[in-house]
């Protein structure tokens, strides 16, 4: 059964696209075979053969989406292309539908969805150490007198946020934690542990453009809940984010 928590206006923006370079490189091809000046051949035929080989990544990329799409088990050969397409091309898709009038937001969670699929098809699992667990600094409480983005033993465990109890879970289990006030923090923690998994939250476009920052490296994002607006107070499925770790790493418990 396909599963439909995919936006529909994703999938058919990227397939829009394929189609619209397939046409361009036909007309390619076409100067390439009845073209009259050599210099332009030449020209059209490098960029041509370029243009093919990223074409054939691509629409090897989208099978393996559609794969995931239909929950089938992925082929061997097609782990590179999508990898390249869900990591690469798909951002540009997004965009692309964002500047056409989509909705922004349900482009976002269907590329974050897409890239936690391919991560839990494709992934491997890893020892607790080799694990980040990022989490951003709103899950803490706004009132909370106790600063915990540079020191975690700053917490004083008093249960009013989640943070609480993922340091909790963290002390149980070993992996890394931190907690970090946006991408730029977040990009120097990546580099300063160089963890070989990653479990992300945040909103939808600090999770896009933290995947891609640090691809090739597997990453679940689990986008955050924000019933007060953004960056405040906000929340986490605490479900989702448990399995999202233990999906990464079989030791937790």
Known sequence: MADRRLSPSFLGLTLSLIVFLILTLIIMW????????????????????????????????????????????????????????????????????????????????????????????????????????????CMQEASCPHRITHDLANCSQCGKCQVCRLIQMQKENGFHLAVVTGGTDARQVVKKINPWAIVAVACERDLMSGIRDVFPRPVLGVINIRPQGPCFNTEVDWWELENAIKTLCKEVG
């Not at 099978?63 to 799409?69: D, E, K, N, T």
């Not at 951002?91 to 976002?108: D, K, N, P, T």
């Open 30 to 137: 076409y100067f390439n075979l009845f073209g009259t000046a050599i210099i332009i051949n030449v020209f059209f035929m490098v960029i041509s053969v370029v243009l093919s080989a990223f074409l054939l990544v691509l629409i090897l990329g989208f099978l393996g989406i559609w794969f995931l799409f239909q929950q089938w088990k992925i082929p061997r050969f097609l782990h590179f292309p999508l990898k390249i397409t869900v990591n690469n091309f798909l951002g540009f898709v997004v965009r692309m539908g964002q500047a056409l009038g989509f909705s922004q937001e349900s482009l976002e969670k269907s590329y974050i969805y897409l890239i936690n699929k391919m991560v839990k098809n494709l992934g491997s699992s890893y020892a607790p150490e080799d694990i980040l667990v990022l989490a951003p600094h």
